[in-house]
């Protein structure tokens, strides 16, 4: 560029620095309380990631393997906790919702694995000083809930109110109540009790969005119903449950799945909906047990024809929770045995991991903001250096299961497309699904959609000078990429052209 050429640009540079800093006046201090500056890069994967990735895609035992993963996540928590434990703010890209809600949902979302691990005893298990790991975490997750539960700690998470993100959060942290009820909860005093209940009573009580969120105040329901059965307003908050399960049940589509408004049928239902769905029948057995155990098997069944050891035909929001893709299929082991085999849940568990794993899925202790790596262009703006840990969901159904138990032994069955070419036409999801034997692709194909999308918006420069102004994320939606292409393949995670 010509000298005189570069002296206008800069000038041009500084003058509407200038401007948005004026016109910007007005909100610094709304945009200094949503932390935008305390985002940090998260630290370069080093020996740690390469001993996971070595011990996960080894030979030795998948219980064993995963131990690593869970050692892997634990100590990534621990790191990245306040002193308090009340928020987790892990290295990454921020959301929306700013970097203290980022924070809470690196506790709400990692702290069921911690938990699962506790309730099956598995600390015991695995050998070494397990009481002493146990007490440790234990007393973390307590310190955690009890100081964000409490309106008059500075680690409050904050009132939860209609459409609130805390509603979802809130729901995880009800599991972890429920999973250490016997170590946590049942030594907790009337007070802290009665502190943690009125927080998650708001969030059984609030309006939602019309989607998977309606399962959210169900769960945090009924985990309230079981903890605290004598609770006056046990009958109100059940009859307020099955109501709002009612109402989301017009979503139902078949298979298992539901439509999932805005934008329709995606794996939502996996990581999301199936999995809310284990935990209200896991908690209470009796709430609609026939509508729920018949949609757990059927989305066990359809999840397993969309799992390849050459990955997944990815397609639609919030991918970066792609490894909590095989939840059904180990949801259905808790159900009846004869249903579906453990071995066939261990083994799409086993090959989602390793996948992700070998494409470069660990960073920092966490689970990476995209597909493999992190990639600002498909991590939607709602999603913040926290929010990834919906994909330990897989690993937290599997940890439910005790150390030893027949689940972890159980010699693995191959998947569908490993045995035999197939095609499902899903008509009422919009879907035909077919899987190549030979090459071990699955193909999506969605017959409304008429054409293949091969191009992605990228996350230019201009858009993070910008974004370095408003101090809010700024990434590209690339919606057309993620919905509207009519084939999706597991050979090519989304078909855009790099």
Same mark, same amino acid.
């Given at each position: ?9 800069l ?35 080093? =020996? ?6 070595? *011990? ?6 998948i219980?064993?393997r ?26 990454g890209?921020?959301s929306?919702?700013?970097?203290a809600?980022d924070?809470?949902?690196?506790f709400?979302?990692?702290? =069921? ?5 506790? /309730? ?22 307590r310190?955690g809930? *009890? ?5 008059h ?8 109110r ?24 049942d ?10 209940c ?10 939602? =969005?019309?989607?998977?969120w309606m ?6 329901s ?11 307003s ?13 109402d ?15 934008h ?6 996996a990581?999301?909906i ?14 609609e047990?026939?509508?729920?155990v018949?949609a ?10 969309l799992?390849?050891?050459?990955g997944?035909?990815i ?19 808790f ?20 996948y ?10 966490a ?11 498909? *991590?939607?703006? /709602? ?22 138990d ?36 699955i ?7 008429y ?10 420069w ?6 370095s ?10 919606h ?8 999706y ?10």
């Open positions: 560029m010509p000298p005189i050429l570069s002296r206008l640009f000038g041009c540079t500084i003058v509407a620095i200038g401007a948005g800093v004026l016109l910007g006046a007005p909100k610094l201090k709304h945009m200094a309380a949503r932390g935008w500056g305390q985002y940090q890069e998260p630290a370069p994967v080093g =020996p740690e990631e390469e001993r996971v990735r070595q *011990l996960v895609l080894g030979d030795q035992p219980e064993m995963f131990t690593g993963l869970f050692e892997y996540f634990a100590n990534g928590f621990v790191r990245h906790a306040a002193r308090d434990y009340s928020r987790v703010q892990y290295g890209m921020g929306r919702a700013g970097y809600m924070g809470l949902e690196g709400a979302r990692t702290a =069921p694995l911690l938990a699962a691990w506790i /309730y099956s005893g598995h600390d015991a298990a695995v050998g070494g000083p397990g009481g002493g790991r146990t007490s440790e975490r234990l007393a973390m997750l310190a809930i *009890l100081g964000g539960v409490d309106p700690s500075s680690a409050y998470w904050g009132d939860i209609d459409q609130d993100q805390r509603i979802v959060e809130a729901a995880d942290v009800a599991r972890v109540l429920w999973l250490t009820r016997a170590s946590i909860w030594k907790l005093d009337r007070e802290q009790k009665h502190m943690i009125a927080w998650l009573l708001a969030g059984a009580r609030a309006q939602t =969005p019309a989607s998977n399962l959210f105040p169900v769960v945090i009924v985990v309230l119903a079981s903890l605290a059965p004598d609770n006056a046990r009958d109100q908050l059940l009859q307020r449950a099955h109501q709002v399960f009612t989301y049940k017009q979503y139902y589509l078949d298979y298992g799945w539901f439509y999932d408004r805005p329709g049928v995606d794996f939502y239902n990581w999301g199936t999995y809310d769905l284990f935990w209200i029948h896991t908690v209470d057995p009796a709430f047990p026939d509508f729920v018949a757990l098997e059927k989305s066990a069944d359809l999840t397993q024809h799992i390849s050891p050459q997944i035909p397609m639609g929001r919030s991918i970066c929770y792609r490894t909590a893709v095989p939840v059904p299929l180990v949801a259905a082991t159900l009846d045995p004869g249903k579906f085999p453990a071995g066939r849940a261990m083994r799409g568990l086993d090959v989602v991991w390793r992700f794993v070998a494409n470069g899925s660990l960073r920092d202790g689970l990476t903001q995209g597909y493999f790596k992190a990639d600002p262009r498909l *991590l939607d703006r /709602y999603s913040g250096s926290g929010s990834c840990h919906w994909g330990l969901r897989s690993l937290v159904l599997a940890f439910m299961h005790p150390a030893g027949q689940f972890w032994s159980a010699p693995q069955e191959p998947l569908p497309v490993e045995e035999s070419d197939y095609r499902l036409d899903l008509a009422k999801l919009g879907w035909m699904v077919e899987g190549r034997r030979a090459s071990g692709e193909i999506i194909t969605i017959p409304q959609n054409a293949d999308v091969s191009t992605i918006d990228e996350y230019s201009a858009t993070r000078v910008k974004e102004f408003v101090r809010k994320p700024l990434r590209p939606g690339n057309e990429v993620k919905y509207e292409s009519r084939h393949s597991s050979a090519a995670p989304f078909p855009f052209k790099n």
